[in-house]
């Protein structure tokens, strides 16, 4: 079992950044692929991003590409999304997700943490 914990959410004006966390416990961290995915009120869930294992590889979704970064600090087990220029679209709960591969934590991820909250008001 993987269990993830995200923190950093809130309102943020348009135009303005925040960061999210989400620390893992459980299982051995870097024997899983990190992913951050959003669900906005009235829509399915949505991949935002993925990282490996040692960090160095990265992929994001278009709709965040250039905006959003994703990292993590293995001896903290944490991983990051940094949101930069929101939107209001950009609006929803993001979530921290876990999964044996990089397919499976973009498709179907095996762990999910509860969620925070980010509103960005225009």
């Known amino acids: 079992q993987v269990q993830l914990v995200e923190s950093g959410g809130g309102l943020v004006e348009a135009g303005g950044s925040v960061r999210l966390s989400c620390v893992a416990s459980g299982r051995t961290f870097n024997t899983y692929a990190m992913a951050w995915w959003r669900q906005a009120p009235g829509k399915e869930r949505e991949f935002l991003a993925r990282i490996n294992w040692s960090g160095g590889n990265t992929y994001y979704a278009d709709s965040v590409k250039g905006r959003f970064t994703i990292s993590r600090d293995g001896a903290k087990n944490t991983i990051y999304l940094q949101m930069n220029s929101l939107k209001s679209e950009d609006t929803a709960v993001y979530y921290c997700?876990?999964?044996?591969?990089?397919?499976?934590?973009?498709?179907?991820?095996?762990?999910w943490g509860r969620g925070t909250q980010v509103t960005v008001s225009s």
């Open positions: 997700a876990s999964g044996a591969s990089y397919v499976v934590v973009t498709t179907r991820p095996e762990y």
